[in-house]
């Protein structure tokens, strides 16, 4: 049995982790609520632009949509959005693993992958790999600082213009979508080639008729630009928030964890402080005894 003071040590020692712990948990519940309530207001919209998005570009030629050309996939970037910073359970591992077998996948099919990092842990995990390529931004952490649409659009650009100069012949993004605090789905969203509805979908590209104003070019050169870097955006603020619910669920189950250590030492300790004390009064009669013999 572990001595008194060792036992009195480890619970001083999980009684400061647990003060952590439930103070991570309580800062991540007040970002979870602007996070949250920004992707909610964001995702019908984006949503209901990208099944616009693909019905307008199923309607377009090739020499029309630049960004709906579906050819020989040789080179494929994967986007990987994950967090800052650890303490979020499998948050980022998830992402990592979905990539990791997209990857084996692609590669099966001789197609090279390269993976552009969104997120301190995603250029941590990447940088020494060969699908890290340093002609490509490497300091995309800064966009969770401020979080907004203006500086995520450059970053846009730049995928769509090395797909449409051919350096890159598809483009996924994977990211966690949230749901709510406890429940996030890890997501493979295809980002360019912009691919028409699907064959299933209530919505079929030849029923649909757009009346498109002021004309067709602006269509493909503004419009559906602007769509491509909202998607981006959206599956930023939904990681943002899947970051935040994810943390502080880590944080309460941590803190729970703690509480019931904590239950278990204070337990060890009393057992541990009983015996001694039953020692020393052992050793007070024996020594009694011996003087009056």
Same mark, same amino acid.
């Given at each position: 049995?572990?001595?008194l003071?060792?036992?009195?040590?480890?619970?001083?020692?999980?009684?400061?982790?647990?003060?952590?712990?439930?103070?991570?948990?309580?800062?991540?519940?007040?970002?979870?609520?602007?996070?949250?309530?920004?992707?909610?207001?964001?995702?019908?919209?984006?949503?209901?632009?990208?099944?616009?998005?693909?019905?307008?570009?199923?309607?377009?030629?090739?020499?029309?949509?630049?960004?709906?050309?579906?050819?020989?996939?040789?080179?494929?970037?994967?986007?990987?959005?994950?967090?800052?910073?650890?303490?979020?359970?499998?948050?980022?591992?998830?992402?990592?693993?979905?990539?990791?077998k997209?990857?084996?996948?692609?590669?099966?099919?001789?197609?090279?992958?390269?993976v552009?990092?969104?997120?301190?842990?995603? &250029?941590?995990?990447y +940088? =020494? $790999?060969?699908?890290?390529?340093?002609?490509?931004?490497?300091?995309?952490?800064? !966009? %969770?600082?401020?979080?907004?649409?203006?500086?995520?659009?450059?970053v846009?650009?730049?995928?769509?213009?090395?797909?449409?100069?051919?350096?890159?012949?598809?483009?996924?993004?994977?990211?966690?979508?949230?749901?709510?605090?406890?429940?996030?789905?890890?997501?493979?969203?295809?980002?360019?080639?912009?691919?028409?509805?699907?064959?299933?979908?209530?919505?079929?590209?030849?029923?649909?008729?757009?009346? &498109?104003?002021?004309? +067709? =070019? $602006?269509?493909?050169?503004?419009?559906?630009?602007?769509?491509?870097?909202?998607? !981006? %955006?959206?599956?930023?603020?939904?990681?943002?928030?899947?970051?935040?619910?994810?943390?502080?669920?880590?944080?309460?189950?941590?803190?729970?964890?703690?509480?019931?250590?904590?239950k278990?030492?204070?337990?060890?300790?009393?057992?541990?402080?009983q015996?001694?004390?039953?020692n020393?009064?052992?050793?007070?009669?024996?020594?009694?005894?011996?003087?009056?013999?």
């Open positions: 049995m572990a001595s003071k060792e036992v009195r040590n480890r619970i001083v020692s999980v009684n400061s982790t647990k003060q952590i712990t439930a103070a991570m948990k309580m800062v991540s519940a007040a970002k979870l609520r602007r996070a949250q309530d920004a992707i909610v207001r964001m995702r019908p919209y984006a949503e209901k632009l990208q099944a616009i998005l693909s019905n307008v570009s199923a309607s377009l030629d090739s020499s029309e949509g630049k960004y709906s050309q579906q050819r020989e996939v040789k080179n494929v970037l994967f986007v990987a959005v994950v967090s800052n910073r650890g303490l979020a359970g499998a948050f980022n591992t998830q992402v990592f693993r979905l990539i990791r997209a990857a084996a996948e692609a590669e099966a099919d001789g197609q090279k992958v390269t552009l990092p969104v997120g301190k842990k995603a &250029m941590d995990a +940088r =020494r $790999t060969p699908y890290f390529n340093a002609e490509l931004p490497t300091d995309l952490a800064k !966009l %969770y600082d401020g979080l907004s649409f203006d500086k995520v659009s450059p846009s650009e730049l995928i769509m213009e090395r797909f449409a100069d051919g350096t890159y012949d598809k483009v996924v993004v994977f990211y966690n979508r949230f749901k709510n605090a406890a429940v996030q789905y890890v997501t493979a969203e295809n980002y360019l080639p912009v691919l028409p509805p699907a064959a299933d979908s209530t919505t079929k590209a030849s029923n649909v008729d757009y009346i &498109m104003e002021p004309d +067709r =070019r $602006t269509i493909v050169e503004e419009i559906i630009p602007k769509s491509l870097k909202i998607q !981006l %955006y959206k599956a930023l603020l939904d990681s943002n928030a899947s970051e935040h619910g994810a943390r502080m669920t880590a944080m309460h189950k941590a803190t729970d964890n703690a509480d019931s250590l904590l278990e030492l204070k337990l060890t300790y009393n057992k541990a402080r015996a001694s004390i039953t020393e009064i052992l050793e007070i009669v024996g020594g009694a005894e011996a003087l009056k013999g």
